[in-house]
């Protein structure tokens, strides 16, 4: 059995970027939204966020909303689309590279990020990591999107608690592996570092690498 698990943060974390906010600023491009109200919006709950003070469920609810007016269709195109012109350029081979680490080692990984899996399922796909733990959003008849968050959003403590629920669905737990390594640049993530053998801030926030450095934790710069 796999004695070492590796949990991943995605946003300034693998990414020089947010993706949850670069899909915002995506779909102005694409002409869906009014611009100036949309990204006035976006713009507030990034900063909510940087904050640490995000209503998930409000955010979801906003976010998902030029996606409710679409097909599926024109959905998977519009994503291919941003993969190709924002992400795929984004991905460095340092952070490619620190992931493929883990998997040649044989580390049980996941990539555990509050961007739904709408805009991370592909992004996950890219770096080669298999399981993904992402807001996960509800869908009505036919599949629809319908704005709300189906279960616990992975979110500050939401992350600990997803994370605990798909260990159990590995037949695992937190006490199975001798090594826990979580990567993370993001003070929302806390609560999830705290749970790590090896915490590692990286690409640290000020008020995270000010808490690493107190902490003795490991700091890692990818994209400096």
Known sequence: MTRHLCLFDLD????????DHAWGDFVVRL?????????RR?????????AGRLDVHAYIDFATEPLR?????????????FMSEVITPALQPQARALVREHLDRGDMVALVTAT???????????FGIEHLIAVRLERGAGGTITGRIAGTPSYREGKVTRVEQWLAEQGVDWGDFERTTVYSDSLNDLPLLE???????????????????????RILNLFK
Do not use: C, K, M
Request: glycine share 2%.
């Open 12 to 19: 300034d974390t693998l990414l020089p970027l947010d993706s």
């Open 42 to 50: 976006n713009d507030e709950f990034f900063a909510l966020y940087q």
């Open 69 to 81: 007016a679409r097909s599926t269709d024109e959905a998977s195109a519009a994503h291919a689309r």
């Open 195 to 217: 749970r790590a053998t090896h915490p590692v801030a990286t690409n640290p926030s000020p008020a995270l690498e000010a808490i690493a450095r107190e902490r003795g934790w």
């Open 31 to 39: 002409g869906w939204v009014d611009e100036t109200e949309f990204r």
């Open 116 to 126: 739904n899996e709408f805009v991370t399922a592909p992004i996950a796909q890219a």
